[in-house]
């Protein structure tokens, strides 16, 4: 495999992650306040959105790398 092989297989990947997912998430841990032994935290989740065009345009551009690796386009302008 070279490496428009793998690169394609990865933005495949990356577009039907971001198609099934739509966004990452994370959680945040805040202290409110400590008194004592006695500490309060608060836990925030927050989501960073991800467009359905960019898992598109990763999926789209993954088969596109693909077919030419595959047909050899590339290969045309060395010799």
Do not use: C, W
């Amino acid at each position: 495999m070279n490496s428009k092989t793998v690169l394609g297989i990865v933005l495949i990947a990356l577009g039907v992650i971001a198609f099934a997912y739509q966004g990452i998430s994370y959680t945040t841990r805040d202290r409110d306040f400590e008194l004592g032994p006695v500490r309060v935290t608060t836990e925030r989740t927050h989501r960073v959105p991800l467009p359905p065009v960019l898992g598109a345009v990763a999926l789209v551009g993954g088969v596109v790398l693909l077919l030419v690796d595959k047909k050899g386009f590339g290969r045309m302008a060395t010799r």
